[in-house]
């Protein structure tokens, strides 16, 4: 189907959070941090309150009233202590926009400035084994020897790969707009992944009860994460709109977004590789260094995948984190999953061409009967399947594996592959269906952050009703409407779907309305891995003269289960392909270690792939059944496409170049040096 807010959308008909008209809407701007640590020894506002259209000064100077559970993150202005460059430390509320701005360059704000350590390093006496890693598993695991296993290996490999900081960024930046009405009640349309978990992270910040909240976020410009908790500039204007006593609205600028929306850990990762003389692991060792702020430990999974993909008598995973004083670390697309598969699929890649093997073949080798790590049943997997039928249409066979070999002009020619990974879960949501107007409507507090989410949940819902689409009306996006879960953990369709087929069972079955939570269902989802798996193959041209890469051709085969719609799903899986290709190549965000804070905070200087970048990109995925997910027997897909796509770069560049770049993005300058 095509989407079926797509008219509105490329019409400008389609609302966003900042878009909301409101009588007497003021603006707030939030004023930032300029030490990466200290304290604020003072906020002058008083010339500042002097300015035309100024209404208020929110700062640590007069702390606004916020609950005491806030999380740190969203606990504005309640403390003078400073943990990063970057912080929001005051908002200034004005008539518009303009005036906010020209207040904020006028307010003065003198700060205690203490040394502050911004750089992650493998030998950082900060580091330490957090009690978990996100979102609850164990931070280290080890199954059977593996010093012996390694001793014993006929082949090995011991490597360490580096991912740097990335961004998400969204074409819509985080906005929202409050409103309080008369009985003290809050209304925020926000741009979110969730409306539900939004309600609920905003009302424990101000120490509401969640039924005073009301979230409203029919349309969402993306998100990949950064949107999938509740970030400041919904606090701020909650706190601005109390304060001036009118709707006001806060639109983070794209540099804002790099300091408070979260952003992707940098890893340091150790990969030890052992394997028999056919190919075979003996031994597996995944070791990870990662950060966090000093405000919240954020702990990124990232050798969760080493758990899941091969079968290793000897596995060990761990992971170790240092505190700094940084932006706390965020979701980014797969979390965990794509950083880790990028070493991991690199050193998969080093270990083939160590073993003489082809890196299809090796990986065929070292599939598991069982998910190494737990010992479960998959309840489905198939990466065997889309290993072969990817190397099929890409023409891997004829393929010679020596680097460095083909030219054609001035550009040496490679090919690589990887395998992907990432966990098929879903979470309790609740939905309604009913009867209207002729035809059926479905409500449900899901968030269609621009993955056709509506237009999934339609045809879940006709199918599940036996009726067409055009005779269903799903509305989401609306705390108001059946709480329901994020949009994010490629969870949605998933989780909503259930929710939606068994309200219109319940239709059905009633005559006029049902009702449903899946609560029961998802505690019932024990005694398999479940898991989506994919394939990647990639080709790239490097001008050896400039360090130019190209990417003519990328092909993603995946085992997603049930596809629900086909063009939703391929865009799902080449957008997250493309934010691969970005990953490969391009983006990566600096600290400046002198004064803390990011260094390149823009669109200019962070760079992420755009079309012209992509040529022959292409995703296909391979007829699964799984009985042992959820009504529609379907997988999550909005991020595994990202997952191995940088690897199957990586491992093409050192085919087409003899180069192993182990840490991205891979530069022009990294390929000349
Ligand atoms: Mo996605 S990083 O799970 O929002």
Known sequence: MNRIEGRDKVTGRARYAYEYPADGVAYAYAVQSGVARGRIASVDALGVLAMPGVLAVLSCAEPPALSADASPELALFQTRDVAYRGQIVAGIVAETLEAARAAERELRISYEAEPHDVRLRPDHPGLYAPDKVNPNFPTDTEKGDVNAGLAAAAVSIDATYATPTQHNNPMEPHAAMAVWDAGGALTVYDSTQGASADRDMIAAALGLAPERVRVVSPHVGGGFGS??????????????????????????????????????????????????????????????????????????????PSRVMYAAPALRTTHRLVRLDVPTPSWMRAPGECPGMFA?????????????????????????????????????????????????????????????????GRWLIGTGMAASTYPARRRPSQATAATADGGFVVRIAAADIGTGARTALTRIAAQALDTSADRVRVELGDSALPTASLAGGSMGTSSWGSAVVKACEAMLKDGHSGRAD???????????????????????????????????????????????????????????MTMGLGMALMEETEMDEEAGGFLNRDLAQYHVAACADVQDIDAMWIDEEDGHLNPMGAKGIGEIGIVGTAAAVANAVYHATGRRIRDLPITPAKILD
């Open 227 to 304: 949107k999938g908790t509740t970030r400041p500039h919904a606090i701020l204007a909650a706190l601005a709109a109390r304060a001036a006593g009118r709707p006001v609205k806060v639109a983070l600028t794209r540099q804002q977004m790099f300091d408070v929306t979260g952003y992707r850990t940098p890893t340091i990762q150790r990969l030890r590789l052992g394997a028999d003389p056919e190919g075979r692991l003996t031994a597996l060792v995944h070791d990870v260094i990662e950060q966090s702020s000093t405000l919240v430990e954020f702990a990124e999974q990232t050798a969760t």
């Open 344 to 408: 991991l699929e690199s050193a998969m890649d080093e270990l083939a061409i160590a073993a003489g093997l082809d890196p299809v073949e090796l990986r065929v080798r070292n599939e598991p009967d069982t998910e190494p790590e737990s010992g479960l049943p998959f309840s489905s997997r198939n990466l065997v399947g889309c290993l072969r039928e990817g190397a099929r249409r890409f023409g891997w066979d004829h393929r010679d594996p020596r680097p460095g070999l083909r030219q054609e």
């Open 518 to 576: 899946t609560t029961e269902d998802v505690k019932g989802d024990t005694g398999f891995a479940r898991h989506a798996f994919g394939a990647q193959f990639a080709e790239v041209w490097v001008d050896p003269a400039t360090g130019e890469v190209r990417v003519p051709r990328l092909l993603g085969v995946f085992a997603v289960g049930r596809v629900i719609d086909e063009t939703l799903a391929r865009s799902q899986l080449i957008g997250g």
